[in-house]
């Protein structure tokens, strides 16, 4: 089974940046896609990022275009989320995910299979 472990979270001050880390194991496939969500309690899973282990293309939400970078570290499993010039309205749980093999996921949550228990972060104004 797919694991996926997200790390990186903390309290930031308006204007800071976090790094997330998602280290995943047990994937034993190719072709997928590794994505980053963030949700608010009472709101839904909104997706802010991903890259295709397939081509390395990435996407991005609209509102944090510029300002957070995906990346991936294969020696290690790792998936990464730069968050630079943080907002208020990024506080939220992040969680990272992965698709099934061949499934272009983007940044629709109900198109990924596999999902970490998340990691807190919260941006003080």
């Known amino acids: 089974e797919v694991q996926l472990v997200e790390s990186g979270g903390g309290l930031v001050q308006a204007g800071g940046s976090l790094r997330l880390s998602c280290v995943a194991s047990?994937?034993?496939?190719?072709?997928?896609?590794i994505g980053w969500f963030r949700q608010v309690p009472g709101k839904e899973r909104e997706g802010v990022s991903s890259i295709s282990i397939t081509d390395g293309s990435t996407d991005y939400a609209d509102s944090v275009k510029g300002r957070f970078t995906i990346s991936t570290d294969n020696a290690k499993n790792t998936v990464y989320l730069q968050m630079n010039n943080l907002r208020p309205g990024g506080t939220a749980d992040y969680y990272c995910a992965v698709s099934l093999p061949l499934v272009v996921g983007g940044l629709i949550p109900s198109l990924y299979t596999y999902w970490g228990q998340g990691t807190q972060v919260t941006v003080s104004s």
């Open positions: 047990e994937i034993t496939f190719d072709e997928y896609t």
